[in-house]
């Protein structure tokens, strides 16, 4: 029985992630947590899963509330998610974290030689050098929780590495997908937040609308699967059935095709890549009678193709493109800025970021800092 410590809790994610530990109470066991501010949350975690020993919780009033309510360590303040991670005896941890606030804790995980289960986009776009170092060191080992990289990793699984042409990651194209051009500069952040096909927390689906989060999934599947940037490409499919698809030397696809929840991806990186999963192989994605698909314009989504740019550049640039980007989301989500600040901020900040390929964590930390100071 593995034992599991989550990071995320009360996310999305990490909500998904309680349910794969009920599903399987033989495989796994809980046995510490992060929620953030969520008190709520933690208690009702904590009356449900008597196993757990560890909790982080942002308050330090409220970590004491908890030690005295139910007996168990809790972690709080500024250090205290390192503490929790130092402290817990633990086999896998599930990264369900928002933002750049995840990068540190995967590196402690995988410095401490145990499984990371990673949903945290920020990590490998902001860490991806220093991650990739732990890893080609034997230091741990990563499996992705994003359904794209899931289904890449299924795809990738069913062929030999080189037969393989391109990655294809596909993209809904987010809640202002059929709004024109013109009339981007006007939606709402409540426009953008009405996702077509996925329920997901405020950020990433922003991201979605911006198609950043496109941007980031070609620079994690650059980290986690080594190909170069002109090998991976996206397409656009408005149901989010197929997750990604592998195209051999020979025309040929392997798809992952399935409804979109994310219980099956992180059920995959849970039991590190042996669950049971169907592919399909395909001449063309016109097989799927009931999917539509259509080219990826640059034009309309202008993150995606900063995000591609900063990858060619170098893991500096990556740095200050994820902190301008969580900047410039929560402006936006707060009615600070316009929908197409959004790109212009990130745009402008990615610009201004001197160089610096090989990054340590103290280099990271002040590259994130800076970019996301509001000039």
Not at 62 to 80: I, M, P, Q, T
Not at 140 to 147: A, E, F, M
Not at 324 to 350: M, P, Q, S
Request: glycine fraction near 6%; hydrophobic fraction near 40%.
């Amino acid at each position: 029985m593995k034992k599991i410590l989550l990071l995320g809790a009360s996310g999305s994610i990490g909500t998904q992630t309680l349910d794969i530990i009920r599903d399987y109470p033989n495989e796994f066991e809980l046995i510490g947590f992060s929620v953030g501010k969520n008190l709520e949350k933690a208690k009702e975690i904590l009356e449900e899963f008597k196993t757990v020993k560890h909790v982080y919780i942002r308050d330090k009033k409220h970590a004491k509330e908890l030690k005295k309510e139910f007996g168990v360590r809790v972690y709080s303040g500024k250090c205290g998610l390192n503490c929790l991670i130092h402290s817990t005896d633990f086999d896998q941890c599930v990264d369900a974290l928002v933002g750049f606030v995840g990068l540190e804790p995967a590196i402690r995980v995988l410095k401490k030689n145990k499984i990371l289960c990673l949903a945290n986009k920020e990590a490998l776009v902001a860490g991806g050098t220093i991650i990739n170092k732990l890893l080609s060191e034997g230091r741990g080992k990563l499996y992705p929780i994003d359904s794209e990289h899931v289904a890449l990793a299924k795809c990738l699984s069913k062929c030999d590495m080189k037969d393989v042409k391109s990655l294809i990651i596909t993209a809904s194209g987010g809640a202002l997908r059929n709004v024109e051009i013109s009339d981007l500069a006007k939606q709402t952040p409540e426009d953008a937040l009405r996702h077509p096909t996925w329920k997901m927390g405020a950020k990433i689906t922003i991201d979605c609308a911006t198609m950043m989060n496109k941007g980031f999934e070609i620079i994690e599947a650059y980290y986690l699967y080594h190909f170069p940037l002109n090998k991976i490409r996206v397409q656009m499919h408005d149901e989010s059935l197929i997750h990604s698809a592998v195209e051999l030397n020979d025309g040929t696809l392997i798809v992952d095709y399935g409804k979109p929840d994310m219980h099956e991806p992180i059920k995959w990186a849970m039991f590190e890549g042996k669950s049971e999963y169907k592919v399909y192989t395909v001449k063309s994605l016109s097989e799927f009678k009931d999917c539509h698909f259509h080219d990826y314009d640059y034009k309309r989504y202008p993150c995606t193709e900063i995000a591609k740019q900063a990858l060619l550049e170098g893991a500096s640039k990556m740095i200050a493109l994820n902190a301008a980007n969580e900047t410039a989301v929560y402006r936006f989500l707060n009615h600070e800025i316009g929908f197409l600040d959004i790109a212009k901020f990130v745009g402008n900040k990615v610009e201004q970021q001197k160089l610096i390929r090989y990054p340590s964590l103290c280099q990271i930390k002040r590259i994130d800092r800076k970019a996301r100071k509001v000039n």
